[in-house]
């Protein structure tokens, strides 16, 4: 049974000029809020503190419903049964995309000015990128707001990569051989993976030999006979023979290669996501973090080109309440809020004027020279048939039961 927590109002006198620049606070008012997020996530926890203090600066109570990674069940069935929901996240793209039937515009809101935002409009003080993205998704309107950004980059080990002589980061294949092989010196390997991100390091390194257009229709028209699976294949074979590529990756679920080889030293690097460090900040709390994009390898997209998104914000398009639930929002996104979010999540702000963790310091170099996004697993998830002989085959060729041959003709079947 899910817990529901309810931040109670604890303001007996509002406040004279309220949240929002605009209006008084709508004391007695109730927001009903199912999260993504699990009570006892970081984020979680943030937010259940930031909505009391919400409660006590505006008498606007809200109600949350910690649903975890389970919304993605319950949400629409909820909806559509017309139960009382005013405000849901979860990805940007997910909240656009499978609900976004239910979401209300909000580009009306997002032109205001918040206490929170001093004299500037709310879309002038978050993240533009992301909000660009949100109107895109919205066919032209800002119907959900994103927070929690993150980015697809190459996490890996700072003190591993200075004991090694490491001294620049990758930027091409070659040179991410070489970091290998430097690493390989001191005993450490240097890329693992586990099962659930195979696709998208096969996705990742199909676009860096062919971009973006041609990878997506490998995958629109199941078709994997071209030449860049057998140089991707040919790549992975070098680094398996060399021992640059972990072979326990072969048989990695999800989350052992982070746990039991990025959080213990034997493997220094992961095309993963600026959500690592939180991940395993239990198994590493002292690990020093570095990032940079996945290097060029070909005729395909280079560095600039990465996956970047964000979990995101929608209001229930029936609430009562949407300046009351839009409040709330502007609340969790700036200042204070928005700043501890960060701060105790390992996270990247929402708002442009919040402090980066440190553990993600060169993440946000990559993310402020990203110029092109690309699609999550630049599309290879899409599918579960394409997913699956993903991993089935790459598996098989980090173990050596395939070639980089036979690996291009199994994927070409």
């Not at 984020?43 to 419903?65: C, L, P, S």
């Not at 990128?129 to 949100?134: D, E, K």
């Not at 030999?209 to 078709?223: F, I, P």
Request: proline residues 5%; aromatic residues 10%.
């Amino acid at each position: 049974m899910k817990r529901r927590i309810m931040v109670a109002a604890v303001a007996a006198v509002m406040l004279a000029a309220g949240l929002a620049g605009c209006s008084k606070p709508s004391g007695g008012a109730k927001i009903v809020y199912w999260s993504m997020w699990n009570e006892a996530e970081p984020q979680g926890q943030v937010i259940a503190r930031a909505a009391e203090a919400f409660t006590k600066e505006t008498g606007i109570v809200v109600d949350i419903n910690f649903n975890g990674r389970e919304i993605r069940k319950t949400l629409q069935p909820a909806l559509d049964a017309g139960e009382p929901i005013d405000l849901f996240d979860e990805d940007i793209e997910r909240v656009a995309n499978t609900w976004g039937n239910y979401l209300l515009p909000l580009d009306a809101y997002v032109a205001k000015s918040y206490s929170t935002t001093g004299e500037k409009p709310y879309g002038d003080v978050i993240n533009k990128t992301l909000l660009t993205l949100a109107r895109e998704l919205g066919g032209g309107q800002v119907k959900n707001i994103p927070y929690q950004p993150s980015a697809f980059v190459t996490m890996y080990n700072k003190d591993l990569f200075e004991q090694a002589g490491i001294t620049a980061l990758p930027k091409t294949g070659d040179e991410l051989l070489e970091a290998c092989a430097k690493l390989k010196a001191i005993g450490v390997t240097g890329i693992t993976v586990d099962d659930a991100y195979m696709a998208a390091f096969f996705g990742y390194n199909m676009d860096r030999l062919v971009g973006s257009d041609a990878t997506l229709a490998m995958v629109n028209n199941n078709d994997f006979s071209g030449p860049q699976v057998l140089a991707f294949g040919q790549l992975m074979e070098l680094m398996v023979q060399n021992g640059y590529f972990s072979q326990k990756a072969a048989s990695n679920i999800y989350p052992a290669g982070q746990v039991e080889e990025i959080a213990t030293g034997k493997v220094a690097m992961y095309l993963n996501g600026t959500w690592l460090p939180n991940e395993i900040k239990g198994n590493a709390p002292n690990m020093r973090w570095g990032a940079f994009a996945w290097p060029a390898l070909g005729s395909g997209d280079g560095p600039e080109a990465n996956h970047f998104g964000s979990q995101s914000f929608g209001i229930n398009k029936n609430t009562k309440y949407p300046e009351e639930a839009f409040r709330f929002i502007v609340w969790l996104t700036t200042g204070e809020w928005d700043a501890t979010l960060a701060e105790e999540s390992i996270g990247i702000p929402m708002g442009n004027d919040s402090a980066w963790p440190d553990a993600l310091a060169e993440a946000k170099v990559v993310v402020d020279s990203t110029t092109k996004r690309l699609p999550w697993a630049v599309g290879m998830e899409n599918s579960p048939d394409i997913n699956a002989k993903i991993k089935e085959n790459l598996a098989k060729l980090i173990m050596g039961s395939l070639n980089a041959a036979q690996f291009a003709e199994a994927m070409a079947k």
